[in-house]
C-alpha cells in the first residue's frame, strides 16, 4: 500500500511537468487512489458533458507496422502512395521516409542507431520494424521523460518479455541495460498504447500509435463517462461524455464501443493482458442491447440466445424464451462464424441491395438483428455511401438511426461515434429533402410521428443533430472535412 501511494505521489509530480494545460488539469482533475485500479483520475468537481478535462502531448509516436494499413512516414506519418521502396532510408536503416528534408534530420540520430545494430534486409519494408519504432525510440527520451515512462504500469506478456524484433539485426545489443530498457518499454508500451487515426492528407485517415502518459492513467470502461480525441497536432484530450459528479472516477474506453462482450474481453485481454468485469460485462444484454445474442436454435422461436454467465467465456447459453440451452461450444462456434462471413463480405465491394440480402438470408440466419456484426455491417454501410437514390439515401439514414439508438441504451453520452453518426444523419437529411416532396414528406411525417422519447426528440431535430456533430467532433483530426461549413 505504501509502495502504491508512493508512486501515485511521484505520478502527481511528474503530471504537473507533461499535461499539456495544467490549468485545466487542476481545475478539474486528481490522481488518487482506486480500490479496484490502483490508481485512478477522478473528478475535483462536477463537470457536464463535453467539458475538456485535460490535455496531454504523446511522449512517443511511431507508426503502427500493421501491415493491413497504408505505409506512412515514420517521421511526420505522411502516406506513402507510390512504390514504397522509392522511399526506404537512403541511410539504409531499412525505414520509410516520406522524402521532406525536415524529416530527414530529424530522423538522423534513430537511422545512426539502427545502422550501427545492422538491419538484416535494410532495402525492404519490415512491418516488425516498423511496429519497433515506439519502443526504439524511448531510448532516446530524456531523464524527465523517463522518469515519468517507468512510473507506467507494465504487463508483460511472458516472464521474459522477449524482444519481438531483434532477428531484424544482424548486430542487435546484448548488453544487459540495453536490453532491459527494451524489454521495461515494449513491457510498458504494450500496455500504454493508444491507437490514433490521424487525417494526414486533408482526406484519408491513417493509423498512428501514441503513447500519452497522462491519457494512460484514465482507467477503462466499457460504458464510459468520458471519451478521448486527437487532434491534427496530435495533441489528446479528455471530455467529459456523460456529467461526472465530484469525486466520480473518469473513464474512457480502450475497445470498440460497438462490439459485444466477449469481443471486447478478449481484445482487452490480447492488448491490455486485462479482463473487464464492468456493469455492461455482467449484464449478458449490455443494457438491452443484446449485441452479443445469436438466434435461438429452436427454428419454431424467435428468442434471443446469450450467455447464462456473460464474464465466463466457458458459460453455456440459453433462449430468453423458450428457455433451450445452448452448449458453449456451439454459441462460440456461430459467433465466430458470424464474425467471419461479416469480415469476408465487409472488405470488399458490395451494393447497399447487396447488404440487404447479406444481412437478411446470410447473417441473420445465425444471429439477430441486434447482433455486433449486424451493427458492424451498417456502419461500414454508412462510411462508404452517400446514397445517390432516395432509397439508398434512406437507408443510410435509418442505419444511423439504429446505431444511434443503440448508443443512447449503452449510456455512453457525448462519445466521438454519436458525433459522427449525428452528422452523416444531418448530411442525408439535406439530401433527402432534394427530393420530390410526396417522397420526403411522406418519410418526414412517419418520422415525426415517432417522438416518444429523449432520444426520438434527438434524432427528428436536424438543428440538434448538427450542434452536437459540432460540438464532439471540434477540433478533432478525423472530423468530416465539410462539418464546419454547415
Not at 449478458?284 to 465466463?312: F, H, Q
Request: net charge negative; aromatic share 8%.
Amino acid at each position: 500500500m505504501i509502495e502504491r501511494q508512493n508512486r501515485i505521489n511521484e505520478l502527481k509530480e511528474c503530471i504537473k511537468d507533461h499535461v499539456n494545460d495544467l490549468s485545466a488539469w487542476l481545475n478539474s482533475c486528481e490522481l488518487r487512489d482506486s480500490i479496484e485500479f490502483g490508481c485512478g483520475i477522478f473528478a475535483t468537481r462536477d463537470i457536464q458533458p463535453n467539458e475538456l478535462l485535460f490535455s496531454d502531448k504523446p511522449l512517443l509516436l511511431g507508426p503502427t507496422g500493421n501491415k493491413h494499413e497504408p505505409i506512412v512516414c515514420v517521421i511526420c506519418f505522411e502516406k506513402i502512395e507510390n512504390d514504397v521502396s522509392c522511399f526506404l532510408c537512403p541511410g539504409q536503416c531499412g525505414l520509410v521516409l516520406c522524402g521532406n528534408t525536415a524529416c530527414a534530420n530529424q530522423h538522423e540520430i534513430e537511422c545512426q542507431l539502427l545502422q550501427k545494430w545492422k538491419p538484416q534486409n535494410p532495402n525492404e519494408v519490415s512491418f516488425n520494424k516498423l511496429k519497433a519504432m515506439l519502443v526504439i525510440r524511448s531510448l532516446f527520451l530524456d531523464k524527465k521523460q523517463r522518469n515519468i515512462f517507468n512510473l507506467m504500469q507494465k504487463n508483460y506478456i511472458s516472464e521474459q518479455n522477449d524482444i519481438y524484433f531483434d532477428d531484424e539485426f544482424e548486430h542487435f545489443p546484448d548488453d544487459k541495460e540495453t536490453v532491459a530498457a527494451l524489454r521495461d518499454a515494449s513491457a510498458a508500451i504494450n500496455t500504454n498504447t493508444f491507437k490514433v487515426l490521424y487525417r494526414c492528407d486533408g482526406s484519408d485517415d491513417v493509423s498512428v500509435r501514441g503513447f500519452y502518459s497522462i491519457m494512460s492513467l484514465v482507467n477503462h470502461k466499457c460504458s464510459p463517462n468520458a471519451r478521448h480525441d486527437i487532434d491534427k497536432h496530435f495533441v489528446g484530450r479528455i471530455f467529459a461524455a456523460r456529467p461526472i459528479k465530484k469525486d466520480e472516477q473518469i473513464f474512457i474506453s480502450y475497445s470498440q464501443l460497438l462490439w459485444g462482450t466477449n469481443s471486447r474481453r478478449m481484445h482487452m485481454m490480447v492488448s491490455k493482458q486485462f479482463l473487464c468485469s464492468c456493469n455492461r460485462c455482467l449484464d449478458p444484454t449490455e443494457n438491452s442491447t443484446n449485441l452479443s445474442a445469436i438466434r435461438c436454435l429452436n427454428k419454431d422461436c424467435d428468442g434471443l440466445v446469450l450467455p447464462i454467465d456473460a464474464i465466463n467465456f466457458k458459460s453455456h447459453a440459453k433462449c430468453n424464451l423458450c428457455e433451450k440451452m445452448c452448449e458453449n461450444q456451439r454459441f462460440l462456434q456461430i459467433q465466430e462464424m458470424s464474425a467471419l462471413i461479416t469480415k469476408n463480405f465487409v472488405n470488399k465491394d458490395f451494393t447497399l441491395s447487396e447488404l440487404d440480402h447479406f444481412i437478411e438470408f446470410r447473417l441473420c440466419k445465425l444471429v439477430p438483428k441486434s447482433n455486433q456484426f449486424v451493427v458492424e455491417s451498417k456502419l461500414k454501410a454508412i462510411r462508404m455511401f452517400s446514397g445517390t437514390t432516395f432509397e439508398d439515401q434512406n437507408k443510410i439514414q435509418c442505419f444511423c438511426e439504429d446505431i444511434l439508438r443503440i448508443i443512447d441504451k449503452l449510456d455512453v453520452g457525448e462519445c466521438s461515434l454519436k458525433g459522427i453518426l449525428a452528422h452523416r444523419l444531418y448530411v442525408i437529411r439535406q439530401k433527402l429533402k432534394e427530393f420530390p416532396p410526396s417522397e420526403f414528406d411522406l418519410n418526414g411525417d412517419d418520422r415525426k410521428r415517432m417522438s416518444i422519447s429523449k432520444i426520438d426528440d434527438f434524432l427528428n431535430d436536424d438543428e440538434q443533430l448538427l450542434k452536437t456533430a459540432k460540438i464532439i467532433l471540434s477540433n478533432t483530426s478525423t472530423a468530416p472535412a465539410d462539418i464546419f461549413d454547415t
